[in-house]
Antibody
Framework: QLQLQESGPGLVKPSETLSLTCTVSGGSITSSTSPYWGWIRQPPGKGLEWIGNIHYSGNTYYNPSLESRVTMSVDTSKNQFSLSLSSVTAADTALYYC??????????????????WGNGSTVTVSS | SYQLTQPPSVSVSPGQIAAITCSGDQLRNKYVCWYQQRAGQSPVLLFYQDSERPSGIPERFSASNSGDTATLTIRGTQPMDEADYYCQTWDDSTAVFGGGTKLTVL
């Protein structure tokens, strides 16, 4: 059974870069049945916000509102994928989830959905 | 940008039917999925492709999508169903979440 575990600093200073890693176990990050990986965040007491997706080949989709600050990458040798978010502010304080995604196709569009979630990693932006 | 609108809260008595709506422009032309998030836990996929139920999701949960509204229905609601529920779709290469609905079972 696929399991995901986030890791990284719980406290980041304003203007610095938030970095998180997600370790995949119980399956390969290059699996043909589940080759898409993503990050979602949830500010305290609020709803879910999609950050972006990455294919193990490196192809990415980012939330337009975060795109200028986000970088995602995959390390197939470690079965891990990572998130970097630069120039953070207090508004980036959230519970960050990594996830495995699947997709279906309708007409001309792929629809991604999250079928496995990590436990989440709390990141606080504060000096 | 595309938006999905959910009621902030829904209340239901145990054993009754709960319906949670998710509205968006011409939503019927898109696939919708639903997630359940119990307090202090990670979300869980309830439905994808409008009404496809992953294995392990109880049959008392059902979902549909027509017109501008997708609906998650819970029949015979149980106290354990008390949670936040989120709809999600995809638009212009961007994932869109609804704001979430808190279901209270009382």
């Amino acid at each position: 059974q696929l399991q995901l575990q986030e890791s990284g600093p719980g406290l980041v200073k304003p203007s610095e870069t938030l970095s998180l890693t997600c370790t995949v176990s119980g399956g390969s990050i290059t699996s043909s049945t589940s080759p898409y990986w993503g990050w979602i965040r949830q500010p305290p007491g609020k709803g879910l916000e999609w950050i972006g997706n990455i294919h193990y080949s490196g192809n990415t989709y980012y939330n337009p509102s975060l795109e200028s600050r986000v970088t995602m990458s995959v390390d197939t040798s470690k079965n891990q994928f990572s998130l970097s978010l630069s120039s953070v502010t207090a508004a980036d304080t959230a519970l960050y989830y990594c996830a495995s995604l699947s997709r279906t196709f309708l007409v001309t569009t792929y629809y991604y959905y999250i079928d496995v979630w990590g436990n989440g990693s709390t990141v606080t932006v504060s000096s | 940008s595309y938006q999905l609108t959910q009621p902030p809260s829904v209340s239901v008595s145990p054993g009754q039917i709960a319906a949670i709506t998710c509205s968006g422009d011409q939503l019927r032309n898109k696939y919708v999925c639903w997630y359940q998030q119990r307090a202090g836990q990670s979300p869980v996929l309830l439905f994808y492709q409008d009404s496809e139920r992953p294995s392990g999701i109880p049959e008392r949960f059902s979902a549909s999508n027509s017109g501008d509204t997708a609906t998650l229905t819970i029949r015979g609601t149980q106290p354990m169903d008390e949670a936040d529920y989120y709809c999600q779709t995809w638009d212009d290469s961007t994932a869109v979440f609804g704001g979430g609905t808190k279901l209270t079972v009382l």
